[in-house]
């Protein structure tokens, strides 16, 4: 049986044209087994060409309509959107600048800058009476700024007084030694306390936020400055309201 | 007066039956395209996938109208959401790009078996029509798909009669049936699909 003869049959088998048991009858020589497994690959080359023809027919489509919508889709561009654009970056590096700047000065400021911006020197009154009863050598140093001199002096002493005890603190301060003058404002507070005094309360508080500040506890410099803010009449509070502690407040938060 | 007419889905689907389809999937390209590919990247697919798995998923539909498969109790759109997320399933599977989660289907999409059974391997059958070569690729459609009779077909190829037209598409179909057979995997497939 020649190719053609075969290809024609199972073409008018594949219509219906011819039965299966025709088929077979005349496709000999080919067993039925060949018939059936000839069969079968034609139906198969038949789908996969009508396939073929469907899938080709749905590219051509698919290919036709993507480039519609590519063309519809396609924006205008204004003639001057590359300037448009330069100012835009230009205006986005400012802002980011103006930022920075802004954040620099007023959320990451340190400690040490804020200390600078908030402190104000300690003007020692005159205390005729109290001077004769106190060492004189303290005070001397100590209005005259020799505040390393101060220092020494009171480290003499076996005794000293809310006075002697805040020219130390202050002395300490003034030299970078914020922990010292942290301890020697808190024992001026807690013996005020004891003895129901206020003997240089206020000048403590003052400056023993300033001294939590130096020493880079900023909530607690932060805790101390408020209550001096809240309360008028407080020897500093002038001072304290005229503060930027709006800086503080945002620094400490982070 | 525009070539391509708003056709009801009766009317798509009549259409989509016979050879002449060209009108039918420009119909549901234009109704379906983007709801079906939207579905396809919101599943992590790119453009590019919900492209193909459309195109695909439209080959799928208008073989399953043709057997008869489309049992016309769901609508057209939501049974072919219903392929296309099948496919994309069973394309994610292959990549192994994700852990397979097996998708309830709701009342409002047409339950759809396994795709594997059913997804017909479009780059396997274009692979070996395209081996065949054009002018049996030609002569072979015209017969087998836009059912042309050899008058006709005559009328398209230079020969010098319907014998010797008959001998070449003969020779043809012999060549396109070892291309078949030397494929295991999409015999079996096109023998699923018969």
């Known amino acids: 049986m020649n190719n053609n003869t075969l290809d024609s049959l199972l073409d008018l088998w594949a219509k219906g044209k011819l039965t299966t048991e025709q088929l077979e009858e005349q496709a000999a020589p080919l067993t039925k087994e060949e018939v059936t497994q000839q069969a079968q690959l034609h139906l198969a080359s038949i789908t996969a060409l009508k396939q073929a023809a469907t899938i080709r027919k749905v590219m051509h489509i698919q290919k036709e309509f993507l480039a519609e919508q590519e063309v519809e889709s396609k924006p205008v561009v204004p003639i001057k959107s590359n300037n448009n654009k330069w100012l835009l970056r230009i205006a986005a590096s400012l802002l980011l600048l103006g930022t920075l700047y802004v954040l620099q000065n007023n959320i990451f400021v340190s400690s040490k800058t804020l200390y600078n911006d908030f402190f104000e020197s300690y003007y020692l009154p005159n205390e005729r009476n109290q001077e004769a009863a106190d060492n004189r050598s303290i005070v001397e140093l100590f209005r005259n700024e020799e505040y390393q001199s101060v220092i020494t002096a009171y480290n003499r002493l076996k005794t000293s007084s809310n006075r002697e005890k805040f020219l130390a603190g202050y002395a300490h301060l003034n030299t970078g030694n914020s922990e010292t003058a942290i301890v020697l404002f808190n024992e001026i507070i807690k013996s005020n306390n004891l003895d129901n005094n206020n003997f240089y309360q206020d000048e403590a508080e003052y400056y023993l936020g300033l001294a939590y500040l130096q020493n880079g506890n900023k909530k607690e410099a932060l805790q101390q400055l408020n209550s001096i803010q809240q309360n008028k009449d407080h020897s500093f509070y002038n001072t304290v309201d005229k503060l930027p502690l709006y800086k503080l407040r945002w620094s400490s938060a982070f | ?194």
């Open chain 2, 1 to 194: 007066m525009e070539a391509v007419l708003q056709l009801e889905e009766a009317q798509i689907i009549h259409k989509l039956e016979g050879t002449d389809i060209d009108e039918a999937v420009k119909q549901l390209y234009k109704l379906y395209f983007f709801d079906v590919t939207a579905q396809i990247t919101y599943r992590g697919g790119t453009k590019e996938d919900a492209a193909d798995i459309f195109q695909e998923s439209v080959v799928v539909l208008i073989d399953k109208i043709r057997n008869l498969e489309f049992r016309r109790e769901s609508s057209l759109k939501t049974f072919l959401r219903g392929i296309a997320k099948n496919l994309w399933t069973a394309e994610q599977r292959g990549r192994e790009r994700r852990k397979l989660r097996e998708e309830i289907y709701t009342s409002t999409e047409e339950w759809i078996e396994d795709p594997e059974t059913w997804r017909i391997p479009v780059n396997e059958i274009m692979e070996v029509i395209e081996t065949v070569g054009d002018t049996c690729k030609n002569i072979l459609i015209g017969y087998y798909y836009e059912n042309k009779n050899m008058k006709t077909l005559l009328q398209e190829f230079d020969f010098k009669n319907e014998q010797v037209l008959r001998n070449r598409k003969a020779i043809c179909m012999k060549r396109l049936k070892e291309m078949i057979q030397s494929n295991k995997e999409l015999m079996q497939s096109l023998l699923k699909s018969l």
